[in-house]
C-alpha cells in the first residue's frame, strides 16, 4: 500500500527527471533520511472515484540539484570533492549534447613550433665543413656532356672497372664504342640507342675541398624545358664545347644550342662558367693552340653579352673527356706543351665559396615529390637552415608540416645549410596534397603568393610572326621549379640600355629592355629578385624558344591580390 501512494503522489504532484541535472550523488555525512516526517499518514482506505484527494507536500526535507554548465563552477559546489564536480561536469556535457546543443569548447592548445634561420641553433659538428656546389653539363647535342660526367665519375671512383666494361661492350654491339662512358649517366634506354640525353641525369663525387652534385641536362632543342629544370638548380656551369671542325661552328651559330644555353644559365642564376673545350684529341684538331685560342675569341665576346664577366666568371680548360685527360690530373706537358693552365678538378676547387644566406628564413622550391612512410619532397635549398623536428609550411596551401627525416644527397642527417640538394620526409600533409612548384619555407615568413607581378626583362629574339611585344602578348613563364602559362598585361616603360633612362612605352621589339606588369592563370610562388634572387628570376619562352629572360621587381601587396 505505501508503494502505491508513493506511486499516486508522483502522479499528483507532476514529479519530473530534469535531464539537465547533474547526476546524484551520496552524501555520507547526511542525516538518514525518514519517509513521512511531519506529514500525516496517508489514509488506509481508498477513495471513491469521484472523491477528490488532497496530498500535501513533505517539507522534511529538501533536495536541491543546481545546474553547472561549466568546469569552473563545479569547484564552488559545497559537500562536493573535486571527482564529484569532474564527473557532474562531465554528465552536464553528455547531456547537452543529448539535447542538441553545443558544449562549451574548450581553450586551443597553441601549436609547439621550432623556427627556422637564426632561431635554429646548429652545431657545426654536424654539418660537412666542405662546401657543396651543382654543377651542371650545358651545351651542344653531341658535344660530350654525357661522357664528360661519366668520365668523372669513373676518375673518382664512382663507378668501378666491372661496370664500365659492362657498357662498353653495350655501346660496342651497337656499333657506338665512344658512347660507352656515356653510358654511366645515360641510363634510359631511350638514350642509349638514340645517343641523346633526355632527362636531367644526376650523380655525386667529392674532392678534398668541396663537394659536388653533377647535373647532366639534355643538349637537343626539343628538351630544352628538361635542360632549364636542371639549370635552376645549379651554382656553376660547364660549357661542353666541341673543338672538332664543324661542330663548334654548328653549335654556336644561329639556332645551335650553345647561345641559348649559356643565356639560360645566367638568367637561372648560373654565376660561374667553365668553358671545357673538349675533344682536343680529336685528330681533326690534336690539341692544337689555334683552335683553342679561335674558341676563346669567338666565344668570349658573346659570354660578355649574357652578363659573364671575362676576368672573374668564366674560365677556359682543354679536356678529352673520352679519354680522361685533364680532368683530374693537369694536362702533362708530353700530351701538350703550350697549356700551363689548371685541370678541371682543380679550377672547381678554386671558385671563390658561393653567397649564401643561412640567416634568413627557410626556402625550398619543391622539383619533385613521392610517398615513402610518409610524404617526401625533393629540392634545393636557397635560404636559410634546416633540421629534424623543425615546423615548416608548404606554399601556396598553408600547410603546416613538421621535419621528420632529412637527407642530404644519398647520407641521412640532423642538419643542412643553403645550397644543398634535399630530401625531406614531412609529417602534416598528404603526398597529394603537394606539386611539384609548391615551396617549403618559414612559418613566420611565409613566401609570397602572387597571380600578376611586375618584372624587368630583357627581350632576346621574338619570333618572326609576333615581332612586336606589347600587352596581350602570351608566353610559357619558367621560374625555378613552376612551368606555367602567363600574359603581359601592360608595358610600363622601357629602358634604354647605355643611359638606363626610363621611358613610356606601349610596344617593344627585340633587343629592347622593358618593365611590364605580368599575369599567370594560376598562383605561383615568387619572391623579389633582391631578397631571393633564385625565386626572383625567370625566362619567357615561346614555340620552343627564348624570346626573354627577366627578373621580379615588383609583387602586389595582400590587399590587391
Known amino acids: 500500500m505505501a508503494e502505491e501512494s508513493w506511486e499516486k503522489q508522483d502522479e499528483t504532484q507532476g514529479f519530473r527527471m530534469n535531464p539537465s541535472a547533474p547526476s546524484f550523488s551520496f552524501n555520507p555525512s547526511a542525516s538518514a533520511f525518514v ?21 500535501k507536500p513533505t517539507p522534511a526535507v ?61 652545431d657545426d659538428s654536424e654539418l660537412d665543413p666542405r662546401e657543396h656546389l651543382n654543377v651542371v653539363f650545358i651545351g651542344h647535342v653531341d658535344a660530350g656532356k654525357s661522357t664528360l660526367g661519366g668520365q668523372i665519375l669513373f676518375l673518382t671512383g664512382m663507378v668501378d672497372d666491372r661496370t664500365i666494361q659492362k657498357y662498353e661492350k653495350e655501346a660496342k654491339d651497337k656499333n657506338r664504342e665512344s658512347w660507352y662512358m656515356a653510358y654511366i649517366m645515360d641510363t634510359n634506354e631511350e638514350e642509349r640507342a638514340k645517343g641523346k640525353t633526355v632527362e636531367v641525369g644526376r650523380a655525386h663525387f667529392s674532392t678534398e675541398k668541396k663537394r659536388y652534385t653533377v647535373l647532366d641536362a639534355p643538349g637537343h632543342k626539343n628538351y630544352v624545358p628538361n635542360m632549364i629544370h636542371g639549370a635552376s638548380q645549379a651554382d656553376v656551369g660547364i660549357l661542353v664545347i666541341a673543338a672538332r671542325i664543324g661542330e663548334f661552328e654548328t653549335g654556336f651559330e644561329r639556332g645551335g644550342q650553345t647561345r641559348e644555353h649559356a643565356q639560360l644559365a645566367k638568367t637561372l642564376g648560373v654565376t660561374k662558367l667553365i668553358i671545357a673545350v673538349n675533344k682536343m684529341d680529336d685528330p681533326s ?52 706543351e703550350w697549356y700551363e693552365g689548371l685541370s678541371l678538378f682543380q ?29 617526401v ?24 608540416v613538421k621535419v621528420t627525416t632529412l637527407w642530404q644527397d644519398e647520407s641521412e642527417v640532423v642538419a643542412a645549410r643553403p645550397g644543398e640538394n634535399l630530401r625531406i620526409r614531412l609529417s602534416g600533409v598528404e603526398e597529394d596534397q603537394v606539386l611539384p612548384g609548391f615551396v617549403l619555407c618559414s612559418r613566420k615568413s611565409l613566401v609570397p603568393v602572387v597571380n600578376h607581378f611586375e618584372a624587368q626583362l630583357v627581350i632576346l629574339e621574338l619570333l618572326e ?18 612551368v606555367e ?37 594560376q598562383a605561383v610562388c615568387l619572391e623579389k629578385f633582391s631578397d631571393y634572387p633564385q625565386l626572383g628570376r625567370f625566362t619567357l619562352r615561346d614555340e620552343g624558344r627564348t624570346i626573354a629572360i627577366g627578373k621580379v621587381v615588383k609583387l602586389p601587396s595582400p590587399k590587391e591580390q
Open 347 to 375: 679550377t672547381l676547387d678554386n671558385l671563390p665559396p658561393a653567397d649564401r644566406n643561412s640567416k634568413a628564413p627557410f626556402r625550398m622550391p619543391i622539383i619533385d615529390k613521392y610517398k615513402d612512410s610518409g610524404t
Open 485 to 521: 602559362e602567363c600574359e603581359v598585361t601592360r608595358i610600363v616603360a622601357v629602358i634604354d640600355p647605355k643611359t638606363k633612362e626610363k621611358k613610356k612605352a606601349k610596344f617593344a621589339t627585340s633587343g629592347a629592355m622593358v618593365i611590364c606588369r605580368i599575369s599567370v592563370r
Open 62 to 122: 529538501k533536495l536541491e540539484i543546481k545546474a553547472e554548465p561549466k568546469k569552473e563552477e563545479a569547484k564552488e559546489v559545497k559537500g562536493v570533492d573535486a571527482r564529484a564536480a569532474e564527473a557532474v561536469a562531465k554528465k552536464m556535457e553528455e547531456v547537452n549534447v543529448a539535447e542538441g546543443s553545443k558544449p562549451s569548447a574548450p581553450a586551443p592548445v597553441p601549436e609547439e613550433e621550432e623556427e627556422e634561420g637564426p632561431e635554429v641553433d646548429v
Open 465 to 482: 610572326h609576333k615581332s612586336i611585344f606589347s600587352a596581350g602578348y602570351s608566353a610559357v613563364l619558367h621560374v625555378h621549379s613552376i
Open 285 to 336: 684538331v690534336h690539341w692544337d693552340k689555334k683552335r683553342f685560342d679561335e674558341i676563346i675569341a669567338k666565344t668570349t665576346p658573346f659570354l660578355k653579352s649574357c652578363g659573364y664577366n671575362p676576368k672573374t666568371d668564366i674560365s677556359f680548360v682543354p679536356v678529352s673527356a673520352l679519354q680522361g685527360t685533364n680532368i683530374r690530373d693537369k694536362l702533362s706537358s708530353e700530351v701538350c
Open 35 to 55: 519517509p513521512g516526517g511531519n506529514a500525516k499518514p496517508p489514509s488506509t482506505t481508498e477513495p471513491m472515484d469521484n472523491e477528490k484527494v488532497e496530498v
Open 377 to 400: 619532397v625533393m629540392g634545393k635549398s636557397e635560404a636559410g637552415l634546416i633540421r629534424v623536428g623543425q615546423g615548416l609550411c608548404v606554399m601556396p596551401n598553408k600547410s603546416k
